[in-house]
């Protein structure tokens, strides 16, 4: 590791970052003694990350120089990786992705290869996502014992036992996501596995949808239900019965989820190694059997220019774009690194991250930057501004990957990718850009997660241990004060109700700006999610929250609008449908 300079300066915490690095990725010793401060912690990542410059001859960066410009990116909170890089960086366990998809095959050696593997994964403080689809269906003959198969839902157990037993790195418990395609025939079994609550709490589930099965629906047909393992046709459904089955299940518990994987695989760039069954945890990653990812975030609060902002000049948008730029090349150069620099608990693991190189670079901080700029979330401008910033990050992430490719050379797959096919690239990396939930980097950087919207302005937050952090938005605070109208009466009443949207004795105009996700309505959230996976290679997380109002129907027009706007998957979380959520208003705590 690089000698930290004497005049490092010290990382200006926000509110909450404090008591998140402790519990989490501050380093201790064996007796749980903390042994690094925030600063070292950042100086950590930073010189580990930009020591992998020195392998590369043509690299126009110096390592010293590059590890301070890291040190400042992640410390003015403009940029952080994801959370295994923060972890573990320069450490002997050198894990740093947070995204992993695995094979399950149809044999108990493969399935407990997989379980295995998981857990090492789980270990590192990585999710794992995996695709159920090859397993024979239950009830099938099993070859050597005469028996009969237990089928997917029945394993899918063992691993959601399995990830309970191992805690990620004595940190967080590993996330799982399980796939299952909509023509496996135990695919109504998998539906309703999480019927029961706290069934499967450890995976996210999703229904893996084909275009043949969406054209059923749309003409209200048949269609099959095929056994992987024999290729034949074990029965025919009513693929709109299906698919309302899929709603009424996500109306009653949010589970589950569904992705459409022909879409997916469309935009896979390397098919001749073969086909993407699943994606991790989140779902905003989808990857080979055996592939990783690294993923990073830029915070867009940081980019707003205060007092540059002009409705009637486009020159003066209050966006520091040539910052914006710098960052994205410099994050997207870190990324590269990170692959690198990590180390993976299986061989054919690292040999397909380092055939493929993929990172998932993307955005936190979207709406607060809305608040900062006086837009909606819910508006044409909303989602205008949404779409102009992902392309631009879109654009300036590929160019800084196809700089790379020049210093480092094209990714060793490159030559049987789609790009070289479409004579686009060279490029570094097979994919560059991924929006994800960034559920504690959001934390840390003080922002708002993702592209979401945020859950109420002021709340309580409910994070390890049933510990609890107030939070305030620290825009809506501004904008009250600077309108005079800040007082704790009207504080109280905010953090009771989550939204202001019901005080018609506030101004119109920062009832408008200061929408929360249950003020806005399911198409503008999905709306949003579609105009940032326009521009995004992987996909995009995203969570359209509906009010605990929402009929069935909503949903269902839900899904159909993701499937025709181009998303490549959707979930959705009917507030109070379970008993224990993450986030929650004020009310009813
Ligand atoms: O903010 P942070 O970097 O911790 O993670 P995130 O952006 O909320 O989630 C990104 C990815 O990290 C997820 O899609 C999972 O692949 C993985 N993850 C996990 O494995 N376990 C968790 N408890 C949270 C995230």
């Avoid at 999710?127 to 099993?142: A, C, H, I, M, Q």
């Avoid at 579609?530 to 269902?556: G, M, P």
Wanted: net charge negative.
């Amino acid at each position: 590791m690089l000698t930290m300079p004497k005049n490092l300066p010290q990382p200006q915490l926000k509110p909450n970052t404090e008591v998140v690095l402790q519990k989490r990725y501050l380093r201790k010793d064996l007796s749980g003694k903390q042994v690094e401060t925030p600063r070292d912690l950042f100086w950590r990542v930073a010189s580990c990350i930009a020591a992998e410059e020195a392998k590369y001859n043509q690299s126009t960066c110096k390592g010293d120089v590059l590890a301070r410009d890291f040190y400042d990116l992640m410390t003015s909170w403009k940029f952080l990786p994801n959370s295994p890089t923060l972890m573990n960086a320069g450490t002997d366990l050198g894990q740093l992705s947070a995204c992993f998809v695995l094979p399950v095959g149809d044999s108990i050696e493969e399935i407990f290869d997989a379980v295995k593997y998981a857990a090492m994964i789980h270990k590192s403080g990585g999710g794992t996502g995996f695709s159920f689809s090859r397993l024979r269906p239950k009830d099938s003959r099993v070859g050597s014992t005469g028996g009969v198969a237990s089928g997917p839902v029945s394993f899918l157990r063992i691993f959601n036992t399995a990830t309970e037993q191992v805690k990620q790195g004595g940190t967080r418990r590993g996330a799982n996501m399980g796939i299952l395609r909509v023509d496996h025939p135990d695919i109504l079994e998998f539906i309703r596995a999480k019927e029961k609550e706290g069934e499967f709490n450890n995976f996210n589930l999703s229904v893996g949808l084909t275009e043949v099965f969406m054209r059923a629906v749309e003409n209200d047909e048949h269609y099959d239900l095929v056994a992987p393992n024999s290729g034949e046709v074990i029965n025919r459904l009513r693929a709109r019965e299906i698919f309302e089955l899929l709603v009424k299940k996500a109306w009653q518990s949010g589970d589950p989820g569904i992705v459409f994987l022909d879409r997916i695989n469309r935009d896979n760039p390397t098919p001749d190694q073969g086909e993407i069954e699943s994606t991790n945890p989140c779902g905003e990653q989808p990857l080979l059997p055996y592939e990783a990812c690294n993923l990073g975030s830029i915070n867009l609060s940081c980019f707003y220019v205060p007092g540059h902002n002009d409705a009637a000049d486009p020159a003066r948008d209050g966006i520091d774009w040539a910052e914006l730029k710098r960052v994205v090349h410099l994050s997207v150069r870190f990324l590269d690194n990170v692959i690198d620099a990590s180390r993976f608990p299986l061989d054919s693991i690292t040999e397909t991250v380092r055939k493929n190189r993929k990172i998932g670079l993307g955005v936190m901080g979207f709406a607060d930057l809305l608040y900062q700029l006086e837009m909606a979330y819910d508006s044409q401008q909303g989602l205008e501004l949404g779409e102009r910033i992902m392309a631009f990050i879109q654009e300036e992430g590929h160019k800084a990957s196809a700089q790379l490719a020049v210093e480092r050379g094209a990714f060793p797959a490159y030559a049987t990718s789609v790009y070289a096919k479409k004579k686009l690239g060279p490029y570094r990396n097979a994919t560059v850009t991924t929006i994800a939930p960034t559920g504690t980097l959001s934390i840390i950087a003080g922002c708002s997660s993702g592209v979401e919207p945020l859950f109420a302005l002021c709340f309580t937050r409910n994070i390890l241990d049933g510990e609890r952090l107030v939070e305030v938005n620290p825009h809506f605070e501004a904008a009250l004060a600077d309108a005079g109208l800040f007082s704790h009466e009207l504080m109280d009443a905010v953090v009771a109700k989550g939204s202001i949207q019901e005080m018609d004795y506030l101004p119109a105009k920062l009832r408008k700006v200061f929408v929360t996700a249950m003020d806005i309505a399911p198409v503008w959230h999905l709306r949003m999610q579609a105009a940032f996976q326009r521009h995004t290679d992987n996909a995009v997380s995203k969570t359209v929250n509906l009010t605990n109002s929402a009929t069935e129907q909503d949903i269902f027009d839900i899904y159909w609008l993701a499937y025709q706007e181009g998303c490549k998957g959707v979930t959705v979380y009917r507030d109070g449908c379970k008993s224990i959520q993450v986030l929650a208003t004020g009310e009813g705590q």
